[in-house]
């Protein structure tokens, strides 16, 4: 039982690149979401998802996609990177029923825009 | 507008005493509420959760308060150990949470 995994752990993108963080759960939960922290501050919703096919906008989607094909995998796009996108982004998923049940992380991706 | 605010950003504690990490949040619609702890290079995990229908909870060394007419919480560690030094995080939120921007905790030995 691996949990929540995240690919790669560290990335440098030149500004315009593109590229896909990975996220894979195999607790089978239902809800999955994208955070971003940066530097000196809290956890700010990227996108989440509350079952395969079905997606939503959190506090921060700007510059970002998500998409949700299966139950497991919940990859984050960014189209064209900004050096406002350098931060640490983490995947986390939740247990079927409250949303807000325990979210269990991935060890996160450092992403460094240049 | 941060809805969820630590407003200490790093705390120090002797080994063996009690620590007391605080939390306030603006958004009377919240009723669940959680603190994470993150070591550095690792995802925040789950440490202790209350639903806004208590005002208290413990789980080992470990209580959370929930005073909601303060809208206020409190993490309490008794006694602190060494493997307590890390970032902690407060969490609240109805369908998703809102975090607040964590206390560094250090355990002096």
């Known amino acids: 039982n691996a949990g929540v995994t995240q690919t790669p752990k560290f990335r440098i993108l030149k500004i315009g690149q593109s590229m896909t963080l990975q996220c894979t759960q195999d607790?089978?939960?239902?809800?999955m979401y994208w955070y971003r922290q940066d530097p000196g501050m809290g956890l700010k919703l990227i996108y989440y998802?509350?079952?395969?096919?079905?997606?939503d906008k959190g506090e921060v989607p700007n510059g970002y996609n998500v998409s949700r094909s299966t139950t497991e995998d919940f990859p984050l796009r960014l189209e064209l990177a900004a050096p406002s996108q350098t931060s640490v982004y983490f995947c986390?998923?939740?247990?079927?029923?409250?949303?807000?049940?325990?979210?269990?992380f991935g060890p996160g991706t450092r992403l460094t825009v240049l | 507008d941060q809805q969820v605010k630590q407003n200490s950003p790093s705390l120090s504690v002797q080994e063996g005493r009690i620590s007391i990490l605080n939390c306030d949040y603006t958004?009377?619609?919240?009723?669940?509420f959680l603190w994470y702890k993150k070591y550095p290079a690792e995802g925040p995990t789950f440490l202790i959760s209350?639903?806004?229908?208590?005002d208290k909870n413990e789980d080992g060394r470990f209580t959370v308060f929930l005073n909601k007419s303060a809208k206020h919480l409190s993490l309490h560690i008794v006694p602190s150990q060494p493997g307590d030094s890390a970032v902690y995080f407060c969490?609240?939120?109805?369908?998703?949470?809102?975090f607040g921007t964590g206390t560094r905790l250090t355990i002096i030995p």
């Open positions: 998802s509350v079952g395969a096919g079905i997606t």
């Open positions: 958004n009377s619609m919240f009723d669940y």
């Open positions: 969490a609240a939120g109805s369908e998703k949470l809102t």
């Open positions: 209350i639903s806004s229908i208590k």
């Open positions: 986390a998923s939740t247990s079927p029923g409250f949303s807000t049940d325990t979210q269990y």
């Open positions: 607790m089978n939960h239902n809800y």
